[in-house]
């Protein structure tokens, strides 16, 4: 008698045992809890990448301390992003900010918070230092723009205004809303 019931028992454990292991592989995968439909499905830890242009040169350089991309919308969210800009004729051209998003695409970099740009010379003087937030950079037209305030920093003059425009290979910039612009005597060194 002991036997049988034994025996029931452990047939009984075995059906229930199935009847989860058949309801658990059953499940719809994205039928997961809500928190996990925005959690990344992959990140890297200190990333770099290169792109090249059609002649096989380097044309710009995107690094990031942390990178996470989020499937529900397909962007990018990266923490303290770093570009180098290489340019014909010229040095690169640097971008460092705080944060920053690229939108699928991946032709378009959304720098948020402190955006720092900057490019030397041959010396490795700076000649050029622009300082603002929140800027949208589209890499394939190597071009960026603000609509936050902005200063620019050169050998011999402090510009300073709301928005601008960068032309990055030729390191033109155009503010939008002039505020004041200061020269200076002496330039830099």
């Given at each position: 008698?002991?036997?049988r019931?034994?025996?029931?028992?452990?047939?009984?454990?075995?059906?229930a045992?199935?009847?989860?292991?058949?309801?658990?592989?059953?499940?719809?995968?994205?039928?997961g809890?809500?928190?996990?439909?925005?959690a990344p499905?992959?990140?890297?830890?200190?990333?770099?990448?290169?792109?090249?242009?059609?002649?096989?040169?380097?044309?710009?350089?995107?690094?990031?301390?942390?990178?996470?991309?989020?499937p529900?919308?397909?962007?990018?969210e990266?923490v303290?992003?770093?570009?180098?800009?290489?340019?014909?004729?010229?040095?690169?051209?640097?971008?460092?900010a705080?944060?920053?998003?690229?939108?699928?695409?991946?032709?378009?970099?959304?720098?948020?918070?402190?955006?720092?740009?900057?490019?030397?010379?041959?010396?490795?003087?700076?000649?050029?230092?622009?300082?603002?937030?929140?800027?949208?950079?589209?890499l394939?037209?190597?071009?960026?723009?603000?609509?936050?305030?902005?200063?620019?920093?050169?050998?011999?003059?402090?510009i300073?205004?709301?928005?601008?425009?960068?032309?990055?290979?030729?390191?033109?910039?155009?503010?939008?809303?002039?505020?004041?612009?200061?020269?200076?005597?002496?330039?830099?060194?």
């Amino acid at each position: 008698m002991v036997q049988r019931l034994f025996i029931l028992a452990l047939l009984i454990g075995a059906a229930a045992g199935s009847a989860w292991l058949l309801q658990w592989l059953s499940e719809d995968p994205g039928s997961g809890l809500r928190s996990d439909a925005r959690a990344p499905d992959y990140y890297m830890e200190d990333f770099t990448t290169l792109t090249m242009n059609e002649e096989g040169k380097p044309k710009n350089k995107l690094s990031a301390d942390y990178m996470a991309h989020y499937p529900y919308n397909g962007s990018t969210e990266l923490v303290m992003p770093r570009m180098e800009i290489f340019r014909e004729d010229k040095l690169p051209l640097y971008i460092n900010a705080e944060k920053g998003r690229l939108e699928g695409d991946d032709d378009t970099i959304l720098l948020y918070g402190i955006v720092k740009m900057w490019e030397y010379d041959d010396t490795g003087s700076p000649t050029l230092e622009v300082s603002t937030s929140h800027v949208k950079v589209s890499l394939e037209d190597e071009y960026a723009e603000t609509d936050r305030h902005a200063t620019i920093v050169t050998n011999n003059a402090v510009i300073t205004g709301m928005g601008m425009r960068a032309y990055l290979p030729e390191s033109r910039l155009e503010v939008i809303k002039h505020e004041r612009t200061t020269i200076n005597a002496t330039p830099r060194s």
